[in-house]
């Protein structure tokens, strides 16, 4: 592949993981086939070289207020297994707002895996809203793995808001989020996943509530289509007076399968906890509505799909 | 523009719904059916939309036949339909189901436009989801307001009423008055209302499963409120919430 295809590719995930068009009006950094391709600090978001293995360190300072930062990574060719560390330093009550995302472009019979490691470490009072999208792009036979952890540990008022999307392309992905939450903290994950063909995703949801007046909502809605897999874990451990939701909203098509395993656990008196699933293919009377405007069955369920998925 | 020719409907074990019904509605009516619960009107209506086959007989749209004609075809020939239960939708919003209901893009202010008509204020409801959030009477209005979009030739509305309190009712009238004198159309309302049987051109009553009244309003509408008609049916009735 010439020089020149290899950066269309690159340019075209990243507008597609991270909506960057160009380069960004912010603190960023970007990873290319496991180095890095761009950065810059500003004065509230420090991103430095991690020494003892491959990734960044991102420090936010104190009281930053509404600032972003964008860290994409990309891999554009085959063959490429990269593993990254990347670990989130939240000063007290900043707010900021992560991008990341990543997209695996392969076009060979070599499959590419990307593998990232994201730990979040919440001062008191902070406030992050994390948005990672996740594509497989190219013709390729080779695989297109991502493989995303994440570990959130929260201090007393902090608030942090997870929005992952994975709408195509991704052949495998087990995706792992742990969340440790501190006195009146407040975590949300919400996840969107969509798969095809032989494609299979698993989450796994592991939440410690520990702190009293703590909350968490994970939300999963998906839509398993071809002959594809999805599972999804959720556990939510109430170790205190707190308040606990899952919810996995899933649409069947086609041959698909989706199983929902919860698992709460109140290990303490006014710990709530709440688990509700619901997976079926498109409810048929949804079909007839979109029909009597005129949509054929095919329009009416893409509509129905994209509604459910955005 | 609209004929039934000796439609049945019948499931299993012989339970015909509908019975040997022929029906000639012209165009530009304003036609109410009414009649007791379980006497068919819905059936009906889904029968005319294409959404029930019948068993039996022929339906003619505009001097067509389209008794094999699917959903898709009858609502893009210029037929639609308000369901008397409204189906809600995880992820689409009011804007999306009015935009999809008038084929169109619409912009914010002419979705909101079909909004107001039917006494929603618009700004709150164009971007709510239609999902279990939104009440019973404002899941109904958004229907009619998305069959108000559409202004096609042929406009058929379940029980609209249903779910919408006394206060808004009066209202509803105006729109249904307003619709037919805008769109030039024809309107078919399934409803027991009294103050909507009177602004009816003609009158259908509809009971198990046969048509067992049709005439102009001022011929059956006091023959109903008499009781002459011996139906199990109270034009008086409280609406039901
Ligand atoms: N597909 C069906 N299978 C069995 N019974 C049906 C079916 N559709 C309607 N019915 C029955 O037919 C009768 C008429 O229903 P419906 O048309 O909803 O009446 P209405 O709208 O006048 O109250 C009811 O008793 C209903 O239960
Ligand atoms: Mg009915």
Redesign the interface.
Same mark, same amino acid.
């Given at each position: 592949m010439d020089q020149q295809t290899q950066e269309q590719i690159a340019k075209t995930l990243l507008k597609d993981v991270s909506d960057i068009d160009g380069v960004p009006q912010a603190a960023y950094n970007i990873r290319e086939n496991s180095t890095c391709a761009g950065r810059m600090s500003t004065e509230t978001i420090k991103i430095e070289s991690k020494t003892d293995k491959s990734g960044i360190d991102i420090i936010v300072a104190p009281g930053t207020v509404q600032d972003k930062v964008y860290i994409p990574a990309l891999v554009t060719c085959s063959g490429v297994h990269d593993l990254v560390y990347n670990d989130f330093y939240i000063g007290e009550n900043a707010d900021v707002t992560i991008i990341a995302g990543c997209g695996v472009n392969t076009d060979g019979c070599d499959g590419s895996e990307h593998n990232g490691i994201h730990r979040f470490f919440l001062k008191p009072g902070a406030k992050v809203l994390y948005i990672e999208k996740h594509i497989g792009m190219g013709d390729g036979s080779g695989k297109r793995v991502i493989n995303p952890e994440t570990y959130v540990e929260m201090e007393e008022g902090s608030t942090m808001e997870m929005d992952t999307t994975q709408i195509k392309g991704v052949d495998s992905t087990k995706r792992t989020c742990t969340g440790i939450v501190g006195p009146d903290c407040t975590l949300i994950v919400k996840e969107k996943i969509m798969t095809h063909g032989q494609q299979s995703a698993e989450t796994s949801f592991k939440v410690d509530l520990n702190g009293e007046n703590s909350s968490c909502t994970l939300s999963s809605?998906s839509v398993a289509r071809g002959h594809s897999h999805q599972r999804f874990l959720s556990e939510i451990n109430g170790n205190a007076k707190c308040a606990g939701h899952s919810e996995c909203?899933a649409i069947i098509m086609d041959h698909g399968v989706v199983s929902a395993i919860p698992r709460i656990t109140a290990n303490h008196l006014d710990a709530a906890l709440i688990h509700e699933a619901a997976i079926g293919k498109i409810?048929g009377?949804?079909i007839?509505? !979109?029909?009597?405007?005129? !949509?054929?069955?095919k329009e009416a369920e893409s509509?129905?799909i994209?509604?459910?998925?955005? | 523009m609209l004929e039934l020719k000796n439609i049945s409907f019948e499931v299993e074990d012989e339970k015909e719904i509908l019975k040997n019904i022929n029906l000639k509605i012209d165009t530009g009516k304003f036609i109410v059916i009414t009649g007791p619960n379980g006497g068919g009107k819905s059936t009906l209506a889904r029968v005319i939309?294409g959404?029930q086959k019948p068993t039996e007989g022929q339906i003619f749209f505009e001097g067509q036949d389209i008794t094999h004609a699917?959903?898709?075809q009858r609502?893009?020939m210029g037929?639609?339909?308000a369901?008397q239960q409204?189906?809600r939708?995880?992820?689409? $919003?009011v804007f999306?189901l009015i935009s $999809?209901?008038a084929?169109r893009d619409l912009n914010q202010t002419e979705a909101c436009k079909y909004l107001s008509e039917v006494g929603l204020c618009a700004r709150d409801y164009i971007n709510r989801e239609l999902n279990a959030s939104l009440s019973g009477g404002e899941i109904k209005r958004i229907e009619i307001a998305?069959v108000l979009a559409?202004g096609t030739k042929l406009s058929i509305f379940d029980e609209p009423e249903a779910g919408i309190d006394l206060w808004s009712f009066k209202n509803l009238i105006d729109v249904f008055k307003k619709m037919y004198a805008a769109i030039n159309g024809t309107i078919i309302i399934i409803s027991h209302q009294e103050r909507i049987l009177k602004i009816a051109d003609e009158i259908i009553v509809l009971a198990d499963g046969n048509i067992i009244s049709h005439g102009c309003r001022d011929e059956i509408l006091p023959r109903l409120l008499s009781g002459t008609d011996k139906v199990d049916f109270c034009p008086y009735q409280k609406l039901e919430d």
């Open positions: 809605r909203d409810a009377d949804q007839i509505k !979109l029909r009597t405007f005129g !949509l054929t069955e509509k129905i994209d509604g459910f998925m955005r | 939309a959404i699917d959903i898709t609502a893009q037929i639609s339909f369901f409204p189906v939708f995880k992820g689409l $919003t999306d $999809t209901a084929g998305s559409r």
